[in-house]
């Protein structure tokens, strides 16, 4: 129920935010480019954190279960952080994109 709320914030945000595609980018007199560039490093942020936070305690609770099983379930939690990172850092370089 919640994540439909969010999603129609953001529908609602994004129909009220057209017009300002439409004119001209001087006519509006600001530069979004950095204000684009902040969201989509705290979205990134945030879903990376949360992907990190759900694979480390999934990984605790696999080792838990099966403690002979702890170097393998590492490993592949090590992998997987590494992966969420780099999408990260793919939102962080397309930040820089933007702005720059």
């Known amino acids: 129920m919640k994540s439909l709320k969010v999603m129609g914030l953001i529908f609602v945000i994004s129909m009220i935010s057209v017009p300002l595609f439409a004119q001209d980018p001087d006519a509006v007199g600001t530069d979004w480019r950095p204000i684009a560039a902040a969201i989509v490093l705290g979205v990134a942020a945030h ?5 990190q ?3 480390i305690s999934a990984a605790c609770q696999g080792i838990a279960r ?3 099983a702890a170097g393998a379930i590492r490993l592949a939690m090590i992998i997987g952080l590494a992966l969420i990172e780099s999408l990260v850092i793919y939102a ?3 930040a ?3 702005v720059f």
Do not use: C, E, R, S
């Not at 879903?47 to 992907?51: D, I, N, R, S, T």
């Open 53 to 55: 936070g759900k694979a």
């Open 66 to 68: 099966n403690p002979g």
């Open 47 to 51: 879903g990376g954190a949360l992907g």
């Open 92 to 94: 962080l370089v397309i």
């Open 96 to 98: 820089f994109i933007l």
